[in-house]
């Protein structure tokens, strides 16, 4: 078994702020007074371009950055003076499996990062056993690292994560790099955590297709703020009343309308799929009229939902959108 049951609240972030000092002197505001609560068990996406403020937050809850106001709770344990208890509720996988050692074999590291995280050797052998049987990495492990597939890599990077049973994981670009299988093998595993074992998982990625298979839940960021906060199938939605495709036998013989330039027109074994934004049930009913009175035989309507990476660009963009009208009228 990988690790225990538990419930409530794993992470709560309380008026968080971290504020750096600039080589001309003046202050960078990187993580500007938020408040978040992750639920444990909970599979959380964690998002943000570049220079977000998503790293520097997941860098306070590690201990690795100290804030500059705010608090950071985990399993209830305060980062700031409950440094040790707290450490002990998290493990952190990092991007290119930079926690584990390449010359070591998978044993060895597991022994060693048991050690680090002042597990017994007894409980780091049964634990260890028992995460690369779980793994289906037992086999392997009197194997060297470095010889091993990224995939492979990356369980054990998981593995020597979990060694100290810890409640909650923190995962960077889990699957960055995997091929195919690999990504599947690591997506089902990560699933497992969080529902057999109740392991709290924060995922930080820039592939937001995985990001929307994985999470229940996901936190967008943007210069240091929280932009949204909600259920996966809630954002979603925000942008997706209106998205259809339209399928069609044949080829497409066109229309006039101005609304017909954002959309995707392709054509594929004898058919041609229309998929964009209609902005209403009229319009939609408008152009099945049209294509109707042009010979055209309709095949299906279907309403579409946007995936995440349009939904998270058209959040960006609103609000840098904002941001570039707020300094214009402020220099106005």
């Not at 639920?39 to 100290?66: P, Q, R, W």
Request: include cysteine; charge should be neutral.
């Amino acid at each position: 078994m990988i690790g225990k049951n538990v419930t409530g609240m794993a992470v709560e972030i309380n008026n968080l702020s971290k504020s750096f000092k600039k080589s001309s002197g003046t202050q960078f505001i990187a993580v500007d007074n938020i408040n978040l609560g992750v639920h444990k068990g909970e599979i959380f996406g964690f998002l943000g371009s570049n220079g977000a403020g998503k790293t520097t937050t997941i860098k306070m809850m590690c201990g690795l950055v100290t804030p500059t106001t705010g608090q950071i709770l985990l399993n209830g344990c305060d980062v700031g003076l409950e440094h040790g208890e707290a450490m002990r509720q998290i493990g952190v996988v990092l991007e290119g499996t930079r926690n584990i050692y390449w010359p070591l074999t998978a044993w060895q590291n597991i022994m060693y990062f048991g050690n680090l995280k002042g597990c017994s050797r007894k409980d780091s052998k049964e634990r260890g056993e028992a995460l690369l049987k779980e793994l289906e990495l037992w086999d392997r492990r009197n194997d060297i690292i470095r010889n091993f597939s990224r995939g492979m890599q990356q369980r054990i990077a998981i593995a020597c994560a979990l060694i100290a049973d810890p409640s909650i994981l923190i995962l960077d670009e889990p699957t960055l790099g995997l091929d195919v299988e690999a990504t599947q093998i690591m997506k089902a595993l990560l699933k497992r955590l969080a529902q057999d074992y109740k392991k709290t998982i924060i995922i930080t990625s820039h592939q937001l297709d995985v990001v929307q298979e994985l999470c229940e839940r996901v936190v967008i960021m943007h210069k240091g703020k929280i932009i949204a906060d909600k259920n996966l199938n809630e954002l979603l939605m925000l942008f997706g009343q209106n998205y259809y495709q339209i399928k069609i036998k044949g080829t497409f013989n066109g229309f006039r309308d101005d609304e017909l330039k954002n959309f995707i027109i392709k054509e594929e074994e004898g058919t041609t799929l229309l998929t964009g934004l209609i902005e209403s049930q009229t319009k939609l009913y408008s152009w099945l009229d049209k294509i109707r009175e042009q010979g055209m035989a309709l095949i299906s309507v279907s309403p579409l939902e946007p995936d995440l990476e349009e939904v998270f660009l058209k959040l960006v963009k609103n609000e840098r959108e904002n941001d570039n009208r707020e300094n214009i009228k402020n220099y106005a």
